[in-house]
């Protein structure tokens, strides 16, 4: 588990976009295995500007567009990769990503075991994914469980600007194919001190601790931490100490941070805004219970998106889970004996 920090000696005040665009930017100019592909990514820097100037800094070569063809860009991905080269690809929306997913399942999650480690595939998957852009149908998905389940793929979700440039850094030098989703309603959210003079990246596989606290443990990745940090402001102010923890890569889970948080806690509610039915909310649920269940005040919790598609933009607010919604829900939980 690691604590949040930032280097404020050489640090510049960065939109998570912003971040984003410098991870790119780096790996492109460190490795020259680097290729970024999409759709619209290099003429107009894509859907949300995340590689804005990067094709005219890097050429056509470096940066490539793409057709309209998500099962065509994961192949492509899967070719370069086992070929040495270390892709970069874009999904627009992540309920575009379903044409992807042959080649996600069948090949790039088990080139290396299939070719007894002589081959690997070092691709990244860069995913827009969630709500709250009051975006069309297709355009606000969160399927994050379903990219989980799938061995061979390691699945990386940052919640604030410095997470997204470090994590995305370390994803795109790991050896193994790498899932990132983009909360996209935090693009432009807030911005953060981002320390990127000597290119860092942070830890994959690693829980990281966003708030102290000693009476329950919020644990949630992506955008809904904004909501967790409201909320354990809010609770503070009527005296309960809240523990906010961020997931921050959903696979593998690190279980051990998250089990000694809710050691020390002795409650916790995990909060995602996915559909609650088969989500990564109850698999963390359950490794907890599982572990630590005599150091448990009472069961782990979840409070969850419906089992139902994501509504249109007048009703989506009331589809996610909110602020208010987290701090009844933590006074009812330290209300039961």
């Not at 500007?49 to 470096?62: D, I, M």
């Not at 044409?99 to 088990?110: D, V």
């Not at 309960?240 to 916790?268: F, H, N, Q, Y």
């Not at 009472?298 to 409070?303: A, I, S, T, W, Y």
């Amino acid at each position: 588990m690691l604590a949040h920090t930032a280097n404020k000696d050489a640090a510049v005040e960065l939109y998570m976009i912003d971040a984003i665009t410098q991870a790119l930017d780096d790996a492109l100019s460190e490795d020259p295995r680097v290729v970024l592909l999409g759709e619209d990514i290099g003429c107009n820097g894509g859907v949300f500007r995340a590689t804005a100037g990067l094709q005219e800094k890097y050429g056509e070569g470096r940066v490539m567009d793409t057709p309209l063809a998500e099962a065509l860009i994961s192949g492509l991905c899967v070719g370069l990769a086992s070929q040495g080269m270390r892709p970069v690809a874009e999904i627009q929306f992540m309920g575009f990503v379903y044409a992807a997913l042959e080649h996600l399942i069948s090949h790039a999650s088990r080139l290396r075991n299939r070719t007894r480690g002589r081959l690997h595939c070092p691709m990244v998957m860069r995913i827009p994914f969630g709500g709250g852009i009051h975006a069309p149908e297709h355009h606000s998905e969160s399927i994050e469980a379903m990219l989980a389940h799938i061995p061979g793929l390691r699945v990386v979700v940052p919640s604030s600007p410095a997470r997204a440039y470090g994590l995305l850094l370390s994803a795109i030098r790991d050896p193994d194919p790498v899932i990132f989703l983009e909360p996209k309603r935090t693009y432009r959210a807030s911005q953060q001190l981002v320390y990127y003079v000597d290119k860092e990246g942070l830890p994959l596989d690693s829980c990281f601790q966003l708030r102290e606290g000693s009476d329950i443990s919020l644990v949630s990745w992506g955008a809904m931490l904004q909501e967790c940090l409201f909320a354990a402001e809010q609770l503070s102010e009527r005296g309960i100490s809240v523990e906010v923890m961020d997931v921050a890569t959903l696979k593998p889970l690190d279980i051990d941070s998250l089990c000694d948080s809710v050691e020390k806690t002795g409650r916790c509610l995990i909060v995602q805004e996915a559909a609650r039915s088969g989500g990564l909310a109850g698999e963390i649920s359950a490794s907890i219970s599982e572990r630590i269940f005599k150091h448990l005040q009472q069961p782990v919790q979840r409070l969850c998106g419906y089992d139902t598609v994501m509504p249109y933009l007048k009703l989506e607010q009331y589809y996610m889970p909110s602020t208010q919604q987290i701090v009844a829900k933590v006074q009812a939980m330290l209300e039961c004996p």
